[in-house]
């Protein structure tokens, strides 16, 4: 007998057609959607089935649910959602409700994005990248310590300050310095994070400099996804 999990997420009521359409948008079908007695949506895409219940009360901005799907095409699946939500919303939301974040390599062991709904709800898109299946400690280098722990803070924490500071201590260093990609990634996430607290001129300070970062042909191969995060943000 074979075993499937379903995730059963929160969802504002006055947003369930709104939830609905995000999903949509992303490719998903709607399989069941009532409004009363009590809102409840079941959308699916391809194997991935996520069931949505109402609750009338509920904070989409202190929302902390979620859930995470593998796949074997993390590239393909976020051109895919970036390109359904821009037709549907006439943009990519990067930030705010609902959003869709940049790809990104892991330090533990996976290559991933996060899409969040107009209720809160994110999920967290991954495809291995290491044979190793065990969760990798921390990296005990500086800025690569700083980078993986600042990406914890931002996406999986929710913790847009913490994150900042993290980054901001280890920029302000004197004794130490970042190679040119770390100094590229760093300023990038901290002008995203800047971007997402509403700290316009600040962002825009911020990404100016990850662009005057001098990268030879290899970094910028290996900086691949922080240059396309610095260019969708500076648009």
């Known amino acids: 007998m074979t075993e499937t999990t379903i995730p059963m997420l929160p969802c504002r009521t006055s947003l369930i057609d709104s939830v609905v359409a995000f999903y949509t ?22 194997p991935v089935e996520l069931q949505l219940y109402g609750m009338k009360e509920y904070d989409p901005a202190s929302s902390h649910s979620g859930c995470y799907v593998l796949t074997e095409n993390v590239d393909g699946l976020h051109a895919a959602f970036r390109a359904g ?20 390599d892991m330090s533990y062991g996976v290559r991933q994005f996060l899409v969040t709904d107009p209720t809160g709800n994110t999920l967290r898109i991954g495809q291995p990248i290491s044979e190793d299946p065990n969760h990798r400690p921390a990296p005990k280098e500086t800025f690569a310590r700083a980078l993986h722990m600042a990406d914890l803070f931002a996406d999986s924490k929710q913790d847009l300050p913490g994150a900042a500071k993290i980054i901001d201590r280890v920029l302000g260093l004197t004794d130490e310095q970042p190679t040119p990609v770390q100094r590229l990634r760093l300023l990038v996430l901290r002008g995203d994070i800047a971007q997402r607290m509403g700290e316009a001129e600040r962002a825009t300070e911020l990404l100016e400099e990850a662009a005057a970062v001098p990268l030879d042909a290899a970094e910028r191969t290996s900086a691949h996804d922080a240059l396309a995060r610095l260019a969708e943000l500076r648009d």
């Open 25 to 46: 948008a992303l490719g998903f079908d709607t399989t069941y959607l009532q409004r009363s007695p009590y809102a409840y949506a079941v959308v699916e895409r391809g």
């Open 85 to 104: 939500l821009k037709t549907a919303y006439g943009r990519v939301p990067t930030r705010g409700l609902p959003r869709i974040g940049p790809l990104k």
